[in-house]
């Protein structure tokens, strides 16, 4: 059986196949990167309308370089949240209609279980249970993975305000540095020569182990303001790499505390962020110390595509889930 993925919760329309033992046959992603470059952020209106766009396109194109034909879908998978509302529903509805047509199972597939399916996407068993901290323009969440065939996940932090990957875009754009910002801010970083800002994270009253990144935001405004006020230039690479390092430090201190306190045999690393070198090699050197493995995916894998809900769809599908014909689109869905 051939399983369909469709994946359109924000600014990437991806159609994907997979078989029932995982193997992903083609997967095909259209970015929308350049639409909404000039206003430093997705504009939700313009994402779904830009899906509906392509959403045909991209499936005929996977179909295509899978060499297959509609006779050979036996299933249909496609996020149904978190993610943009309207930009969900183009994906969702598409779904729904093809497996419609078809008359063949549907599945609706939570966006983070996609993410956190990487390891079995790369085919790189991990032991389990382990953590998974999706790290991404919209997520810093941090779950316990157990159980099989089918996972469980628990939650275990998530951000009290800014994601993680929006705390960098923000930044960036205070820096005067292009979106998106993760990139811009990491290639800044490089150029630092080691005379460090220093900023430091409010640590939660509750003494809880959540994620919080625009105090961090508004100490970098401060700094860019104040600086500016005097007429002093702005050191952009030597402030890049403090936020960056900041931001690297907190990620990895809190995942190590919420693993220890689990007893978790391993951790996997994913979302946008991850393509962040400097934060994959303190996550990779932490857990080779301690002897523990490790995953983060090829960036491609990192970042949203069809093909990881088109492996969680087949799996459950194999394990007999159905998804109802009235799933709505969940923007907040949880996972669990
Ligand atoms: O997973 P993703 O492509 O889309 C979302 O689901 O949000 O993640 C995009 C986010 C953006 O906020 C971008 O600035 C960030 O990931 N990002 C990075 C890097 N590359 C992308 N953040 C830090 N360092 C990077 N190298
Ligand atoms: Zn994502």
Redesign the pocket.
Same mark, same amino acid.
């Given at each position: 059986m051939l399983v369909l993925g469709i994946e359109t919760?924000?600014?990437?329309t991806s159609a994907a196949i997979a078989d029932e033992q995982g193997q992903v046959r083609a997967v095909v992603v259209a970015s929308q990167l350049q639409l909404h470059q000039p206003y430093g952020g997705v504009v939700p209106e313009l994402a779904s309308r830009q899906h509906s766009r392509d959403m045909a396109r991209v499936v005929a194109e996977t179909f295509s370089q899978a060499q297959c034909t509609w006779d050979d879908i036996g299933g249909v998978a496609a996020t149904y949240g978190p993610g943009l509302m309207g930009a969900l529903l183009v994906g969702l509805n598409y779904a729904k209609a093809a497996a419609l047509a078809r008359q063949c199972p549907f599945i609706g597939i939570n966006h983070l279980e996609g993410h956190l399916i990487a390891p079995e996407l790369n085919h790189h068993p991990m032991p389990k249970p382990f953590i998974g901290l999706v790290a991404? =323009? %919209?997520?810093t969440s941090l779950y316990l993975v157990q159980g099989e065939p089918l996972a469980r996940y628990e939650l275990l932090a998530n951000t009290r305000d800014d994601?993680?990957?929006?705390a960098?875009?923000k930044v960036?754009k205070l820096l005067g540095l292009p979106y998106?910002?993760?990139?811009a801010?990491?290639k800044a970083a490089r150029q630092a020569r080691g005379t460090l800002p220093r900023f430091s994270l409010p640590r939660m009253k509750d003494g809880s182990l959540e994620f919080s990144y625009s105090g961090l935001k508004t100490a970098v405004r401060t700094l860019v303001d104040r600086k500016k006020k005097n007429g002093e230039s702005l050191d952009i690479p030597e402030i890049a790499a403090a936020f960056?390092k900041t931001i690297v430090e907190d990620l990895l201190q809190k995942t190590m505390a919420h693993m220890e306190r689990h007893h978790a045999r391993g951790m996997v690393l994913t =979302? %946008?962020?991850a393509?962040?070198?400097a934060?994959r090699e303190a996550f990779a050197r932490v857990m080779a110390g301690r002897n523990l493995p490790f995953f983060s995916p090829p960036i491609k894998w990192?970042?949203?595509n069809a093909a990881m809900i088109a492996v969680a769809g087949a799996k459950r599908l194999m394990a007999g889930q159905r998804s109802e014909w009235d799933l709505e689109a969940v923007p907040n869905a949880k996972l669990a």
């Open positions: 919760s924000c600014d990437e991404s =323009g %919209g997520h994601a993680v990957g929006e960098f875009d960036a998106p910002g993760g990139p801010i990491e960056q =979302g %946008g962020v393509a962040n070198q934060l990192c970042t949203d």
